[in-house]
């Protein structure tokens, strides 16, 4: 059967129905239930902290200018028994009362309305039980962002992008010669530098053999034999 208008339950409750599975379903309370598991949903906030302040009065907070009635996430007091959700005011700030018992905290979660580093951001409360209200710690983490990355010793970061750092790193290209004519060889390594190591072995032993080189450029260097190798006789590697 098809609704061809809008149904009116009249306040009373549907009962009965199987978890959606598609798209276009309706879903149950047990899985809505199941979706925010361990989340306590608060209103949100206007904005959140990104340093210790003074919960009192007008102020601007990550750039936005907070009044009196706003909802504050606070997460960065020095002493973190501090941190919590507060309504300004212009005298004393007080907690708000969806966030000022143990039991509202536990799980907190809430969504950052503004701000220049913190808005769109969704913040959790992720201090464990016991907790006592202005005794406790309370630990805010973001949630639903990527990681942040520091570049260690060889890699570099910019904006979006982690690449090897090449002024650290030594990269390496490698190519078999010989045609059994030419005596002069020229190797592409594509390296961008004239700082290069150039080795030469040959296939068949694995031996080394020590030849005249040059680097003739930036990404190739030029390989000069007493004798034309043989076919795919050498293998050379180039470092740098």
Do not use: C
């Amino acid at each position: 059967m098809k609704f061809t208008n809008t149904i009116d339950a009249n306040g009373f409750k549907v009962t009965g129905m199987a978890d959606g599975t598609n798209p276009q379903d309706a879903v149950t309370k047990a899985q809505l239930d199941a979706a925010v598991q361990g989340y306590s949903w608060k209103a949100p906030v206007r904005a959140a902290t990104t340093a210790n302040i003074t919960l009192s009065g007008a102020q601007t907070i990550d750039g936005v200018s907070i009044v009196a009635g706003d909802r504050v996430l606070v997460k960065n007091q020095t002493a973190g028994a501090g941190n919590g959700i507060y309504i300004a005011a212009a005298g004393s700030w007080a907690r708000a009362t969806d966030m000022d018992t143990a039991a509202e905290a536990l799980g907190a979660a809430v969504f950052v309305s503004e701000g220049t580093t913190q808005g769109n951001q969704v913040w959790l409360m992720t201090t464990d039980a016991p907790i006592t209200i202005g005794t406790t710690a309370l630990v805010w983490t973001q949630v639903g962002a990527g990681t942040s990355y520091t570049a260690g010793t060889g890699i570099s970061i910019s904006g979006g992008v982690i690449a090897v750092d090449t002024s650290v790193v030594a990269r390496k290209a490698s190519a078999t010669i010989g045609d059994g004519t030419a005596t002069t060889i020229t190797v592409t390594h594509n390296l961008n530098t004239q700082d290069v190591a150039v080795s030469v072995r040959e296939v068949s032993t694995n031996a080394g053999v020590i030849a005249d080189w040059v680097a003739n450029g930036a990404n190739t260097i030029q390989l000069t034999f007493g004798v034309a190798p043989t076919s795919g006789q050498y293998r050379v590697t180039v470092t740098g």
